[in-house]
């Protein structure tokens, strides 16, 4: 199974570089399975990959990131009019002339976006503008839920593909026989999707990482996701095993920062625990960029 669509928004601990081990460790019995989940969305590389293979007839995707669920809502209903935002913003941007310039429209559309005063197909166009021009394609907030990543003194950068807009749009307005959309699109946390997963459900659970580095971040919201939130995410790994449905959950291996750190060995020893390969591109350091060991966590063995 090859991806047919690649994510446009560039996602720290996005999973286009793990994508080959995760198809290849997916239930067995996948085609039989009628409904995917994802709690993290995210980028929606998992998610798209799946869903242009037509892997299954219902899928619900979810993020807390009210801001990022607003995008694909947009994406699916107002796809021309996100790209007209995008072309003006695209051509306004590249029409200054020196850094300067560019920093100081950048910040500007920081302090537009944090604001939250424009229409939803605006602060989906600021989304992905700022995605494309800020420091290492990060998205973090302070604890105001403010959109604090710094300029990332980009020239000349693409902002966005208006294929790869169009291709994603097409997905999220797949309908079945119905005439019914196959994908929904939720903003909650994920403790509150737990009615849309059975017996016959696939789960992938791609939470905010475990920093593996010191002074890593994963401050996706302003909420955070700590070691606590990792531990109720265990428990509600648990209780969706419960109910007969097959899950993957991928994170950071905390051995790479310390080799006797056990926590999700220990966390999830119920379960089957796989370190695989990815390549990892987002880090202040130059050095800290390659191939590292991650985690992929299933109730099922391959």
């Known amino acids: 199974m090859e991806s047919k669509i690649k994510p446009f928004l560039k996602w720290a601990g996005g999973k286009t570089q793990l994508l080959q081990q995760i198809i290849e460790n997916l239930p067995e019995n996948i085609e039989q399975i009628r409904k995917y989940v994802e709690p993290f969305v995210g980028a929606g590389a998992v998610f798209l990959c799946l869903a242009s293979n037509n892997c299954f007839d219902e899928y619900i995707i979810n993020d807390i990131n009210h801001k990022l669920i607003n ?24 029409s200054l002339e020196s850094i300067e310039k560019k920093e100081e429209f950048y910040y500007k559309i920081r302090d537009e976006f944090n604001e939250e005063n424009s229409n939803s197909i605006r602060m989906g166009a600021l989304f992905v503008f700022l995605n494309k021009t800020c420091f290492n394609g990060l998205y973090r907030e302070n604890s105001k839920g403010k959109f604090n990543v710094p300029f990332g003194k980009h020239i000349s950068p693409g902002i966005y593909q208006e294929n ?14 119905n005439g019914e ?3 929904k699109i939720l903003n909650t946390s994920f403790e509150n999707i737990n009615e849309y997963i059975d017996n016959n459900t696939f789960v992938y659970f791609d939470p905010p990482y475990r920093p593996v580095t010191l002074g890593g971040f994963n401050s996706y919201s302003k909420s955070g996701f700590n070691d606590d939130s990792q531990i109720k995410l265990r428990d509600f790994y648990d209780d969706m095993d419960k109910k007969g449905a097959k899950l993957m959950l991928s994170n950071s291996d905390p ?3 310390d080799k006797d750190d056990d926590f999700f060995d220990l966390l999830y020893k119920k379960f089957s625990i796989k370190r695989v390969r990815a390549s990892r591109m987002i880090n202040s350091k130059g050095s800290g960029r390659g191939a590292i060991s991650e ?4 109730n099922y063995d391959k």
Request: proline share 0%; glycine share 0%.
């Open 181 to 183: 959309l196959k994908v």
């Open 255 to 257: 051995r790479i920062l």
């Open 295 to 298: 985690l992929l966590i299933t």
């Open 164 to 177: 790869e807009i169009r291709d994603i749009s097409q997905v999220l307005n797949t309908k079945n026989s």
């Open 71 to 94: 995008l694909y809502i947009v994406m699916r209903d107002n796809c021309d009019e996100l790209i007209e935002e995008l072309r003006i913003l695209k051509e306004l941007y590249l």
